[in-house]
């Protein structure tokens, strides 16, 4: 029998260089963008993170017909990866040129004004912005973009449906998905198991792409408005600042 893929709508992964020829992603990036400078390393974050969307596989991704717009913002470290406003300022506007629909933020860091004006921007266009809450604990203060009024702030649950110890917390949080002990793809057609907010947000910003392959006339207001409504309710009765108003539900959004 013929398979026939449908085509979901365009996820921007604003992160650190995907492996573009790992079998999960076959066929998945429909465009990249470095904003740095020297040769493109695939790392295991930004891999992780498309493959948590777009994932066709050995793994299945929230959304995995989405088509990945690979935005290289970040800086392999020994700890991670870096990056700097110029840059990720300079991965949101390629994304919004390029008909980006949502845009997957998997980091965290202070405020910035320059950042929620870009933000702010790609909102008023229509693009959903998701990003994760962060991964400092309880008594960090709130973290951004996550923070920003224009994104959905997602945090991270385990298998038993528990916080992810080491989450964010705030009134900024609007929803959990899983983002404890993930088997991800990596570079090198590898895997591995991670955890935290990022791979949460991941998750999310695909049911987004389901939700606009539905009906792509949702604002993103009405986008997160649904899914709020219909995520199941965690911790504390109605919303809170571990759960936001609880854990995604991509069939019941749809």
Not at 140 to 158: E, M, W
Not at 212 to 235: N, Q, S, V
């Amino acid at each position: 029998k013929a398979f026939v893929r449908r085509i979901y709508k365009n996820v921007a992964v604003l992160d650190s260089g995907v492996d573009e020829k790992h079998p999960e992603l076959a066929g998945a990036i429909a465009q990249t963008y470095d904003t740095l400078p020297g040769p493109l390393t695939p790392h295991r974050h930004g891999t992780a993170i498309a493959g948590l969307i777009a994932a066709h596989g050995k793994l299945t991704g929230a959304a995995p017909a989405a088509r990945i717009l690979a935005i290289r913002a970040f800086n392999p470290t020994a700890k991670g990866a870096d990056g700097a406003t110029f840059n990720i300022l300079k991965g949101i506007d390629w994304a919004a040129a390029n008909g980006a629909r949502v845009i997957n933020m998997s980091f965290a860091g202070p405020s910035d004004p320059a950042l929620h004006r870009s933000l702010e921007a790609a909102h008023k266009k229509g693009i959903v912005l998701v990003a994760a809450a962060g991964n400092a604990g309880p008594k960090s203060p709130p973290l951004y973009p996550a923070a920003d009024p224009n994104v959905i702030a997602v945090t991270a649950t385990d298998a038993d449906d528990k916080l992810f110890a080491q989450a964010n917390r705030g009134r900024h949080i609007a929803i959990a998905a899983p983002g404890a002990q993930i088997l991800v793809a990596i570079p090198d057609d590898k895997y591995e198991i991670a955890s935290g907010t990022s791979y949460a947000a991941a998750e999310v910003s695909g049911i987004a792409a389901l939700m606009l392959e539905r009906d792509g006339d949702l604002t993103p207001d009405r986008l997160r408005d649904i899914m709020m409504e219909t995520a199941k309710d965690l911790g504390p009765k109605g919303r809170d600042i571990m759960f936001g108003a609880g854990l995604a539900d991509a069939y019941g959004a749809l």
